[in-house]
């Protein structure tokens, strides 16, 4: 089984990610600023994070794949995309690392625009899209062939429409997944299946995805 480390796996994405990995027998490591006070059964619980860089490397030795799951917002803002440019270099070569993005920088069609240039995106929601779509520049510019993988979830994401676990969800390639309605939406637990699935039968080495019902 791999050992999978979940950077901000307290939160709605990352939470949902760790239950994943424990449900298909991996060793999943949650590391956040605090350990909660639910925790899933089997996951391993460690406080730290991806602003001293040197500290999260010493506490994740041994894995096999870093998920970053933490978002630009709030304290992070400006602070995510440096510290984790920093982190993919200090990782061991050997080390997958895939990110959790956002919707924003997914296209929504084939050869564009972005999801974040269309004139319904939220202006609020915009620092975050940027600093988000940065990373999958850093990560899209490193020459030094580490594996890793960027996922997009849909529009629809997040602890207000968490959905039920149904184990399905579709691929759109950099295309936003939309239903024939136009829908964009996927909820927490499919959205860690897809993570798993690529996990577990990599299909996107170095490269980015969406994921969307």
Not at 61 to 69: P, Q, W
Not at 78 to 93: F, S, T
Request: hydrophobic share 40%; aromatic share 6%; net charge negative.
């Amino acid at each position: 089984m791999t050992r999978i480390a979940v950077i901000g796996g307290t939160g709605y994405a990352g939470s949902h990610i760790i239950a994943e990995a424990v449900r298909r027998g991996h060793t999943a490591v949650s590391v956040a600023r605090s350990v909660p006070t639910e925790r899933v059964e089997g996951a391993t619980y460690l406080e730290g994070t991806v602003l001293d860089v040197p500290g999260l490397v010493a506490q994740l030795e041994g894995v096999d794949v870093v998920v970053s799951a933490a978002a630009p917002r709030g304290e992070m803002e400006g602070k995510l995309r440096p510290a984790i440019a920093e982190l993919v270099a200090a990782l061991p070569e050997n080390v997958r690392v895939g990110v959790v993005g956002g919707a924003g920088g997914s296209l929504v069609a084939e050869g564009g625009p972005r999801l974040i240039d269309t004139d319904g995106f939220a202006e609020e929601y915009k620092p975050e899209a940027r600093e988000a779509i940065g990373i999958l520049e850093d990560l899209q510019a490193d020459d030094t062939g580490r594996d890793w993988f960027y996922i997009h979830p849909a529009g629809g994401f997040g602890s207000w429409a968490p959905g039920e676990r149904t184990g399905s969800y579709r691929d759109g390639g950099d295309v936003l997944v939309v239903d024939a309605d136009g829908n964009s939406f996927i909820g927490g637990a499919d959205f860690a299946v897809a993570v798993l699935d690529e996990i577990e039968s990599p299909k996107h080495t170095r490269e980015r995805f969406t994921v969307g019902y």
